[in-house]
């Protein structure tokens, strides 16, 4: 019997392989922001993710991106009618389905570009847009050092142009929210020169959909802190409902050494833009990622601690929850296209850390009740399992499974 939140781990850290793929209704595999095959680019149509449980209700399942690794112990094929079978290598085996692909890929929009180039169905719930796959911090050398975005996007090319309009995102949100049940925008973008700029072209796009998309989705924006803080502001007050700066890295000196664009614009400055943000848009809808496997990873000892890495974790966790900021943690992982290139995580390091984070999560109460996962759903995030870790604690209400 397997346990979906140590599976879903399991899988994300090992990859998948992939057998016969037979075609179907699945949503196939896209790359809008991050490469996630290890670099191992598939010569076959493969799904997006993985349906590996199923919740009483679908914001409760258990999804998982598919990270194509040839070398993987876990082999995913088709066995008809759309069903899949994970097996693993000792013979185990696991019936799986995909998340079936929305109506709104099969669509173009105005310009003729496909829609689901601008637009990506992610999990079971939730759309996602790159407004732009530049980060100005490439140009002088000061990207985050885990950072794979241009990479991808110069390996992949999933939209012509690094930068999609202002309309051409409008027009793209609009029409996926209209052919779909989806209940969540995510906005996540490389930085233009000034992140006042990036700000106000997200307040672009809101304003746009405030008069073009249904009501009802939840709109979160990925971004880097503005300069200026009445953007934070000026954010909320146009329908964004939720916000993500970024910190990657709680400690000071690892933060300065492997994310020096945002070490430039300053970590107490960052935590303060958050601080402000809970005074926006109020708590439970402040958020901040950081990247689990590499906290305490140097070039001189690329040999992680794990036992350090969960401290340092925890200690973050506890750092941001008691300034009303929910941490999320990525799991690392590398193409080959960032400067630190592969960590070998530890699959019990990993699992004692969620774990402990879900209950400190939970004990602040900073998540709504009405909130399956730490953010979104369960069934929204398929390359990260913190509300996975929330959800094995706090399982879906009996209301729902009477």
């Known amino acids: 019997m397997f346990n979906p939140f140590e599976l879903k781990a399991r899988l994300l850290i090992e990859g998948i392989s992939l057998g016969r793929m037979d075609a179907g209704p699945w949503k196939e595999r896209t790359e809008h922001l991050y490469q996630h095959d290890g670099g191992n680019g598939a010569v076959v149509n493969y799904p997006q993710e993985l349906v590996l449980s199923q919740g009483p209700g679908p914001e409760w399942d258990t999804v998982v991106n598919i990270r194509h690794n040839p070398a993987s112990p876990w082999r995913v094929g088709s066995t008809g009618q759309g069903r899949f079978a994970l097996t693993h290598a000792d013979g185990s085996s696991l019936d799986v389905s995909a998340v079936d692909r929305p109506e709104f890929y099969k669509r173009t929009l105005s310009t003729g570009a496909a829609t689901s180039s601008v637009v990506q169905h992610l999990g079971r719930d939730a759309l996602g847009v790159i407004p732009n796959n530049h980060c100005s911090y490439f140009a002088a050398g000061d990207q985050c050092r885990f950072c794979e975005i241009e990479g991808t996007y110069k390996d992949r090319v999933a939209y012509p142009k690094m930068r999609k309009s ?189 774990r402990e984070y879900a209950r400190r999560v939970h004990a602040s109460k900073l998540v709504p009740a009405d909130r399956s996962g730490v953010l979104f759903n369960v069934a929204t995030i398929a390359n990260h399992i913190c509300s996975d870790a929330l959800a094995e604690l706090r399982p879906a209400p009996s209301a729902l499974t009477s």
């Not at 708590?283 to 140097?298: D, K, R």
């Not at 973050?316 to 300034?323: H, I, P, S, V, Y």
């Open 166 to 354: 202002v309309d051409v995102i409008v027009e793209g949100i609009s029409l996926a929210a209209a052919l779909s049940d989806a209940r969540h925008l995510i906005l996540t973008a490389g930085n233009l020169r000034k992140n006042d700029s990036t700000a106000s072209i997200y307040c672009d796009i809101l304003e746009g959909l405030n008069d073009q998309c249904r009501p009802g989705l939840y709109r979160y924006g990925s971004i880097m802190a503005p300069e200026t803080f009445a953007w934070i502001h000026r954010l909320a007050a146009c329908g964004l409902n939720g916000v993500g700066f970024n910190l990657e890295f709680h400690d000071p000196e690892q933060f300065a050494r492997l994310a020096p664009g945002k070490n430039a614009y300053g970590r107490e400055k960052l935590l303060a833009a958050l601080e402000e943000s809970v005074c926006a848009f109020g708590a439970g809808n402040v958020f901040s990622n950081m990247v689990f496997g590499i906290q305490t990873w140097t070039s001189q000892y690329p040999a992680v601690d794990f036992s350090h890495e969960v401290d340092c974790s925890l200690r973050a966790t506890d750092d941001l929850l008691e300034r009303g900021i929910i941490p999320l943690f990525t799991l690392y992982h590398s193409s080959g296209k960032n400067q630190i290139g592969p960590v070998a995580l530890d699959l019990e390091a990993v699992l004692e850390f969620h």
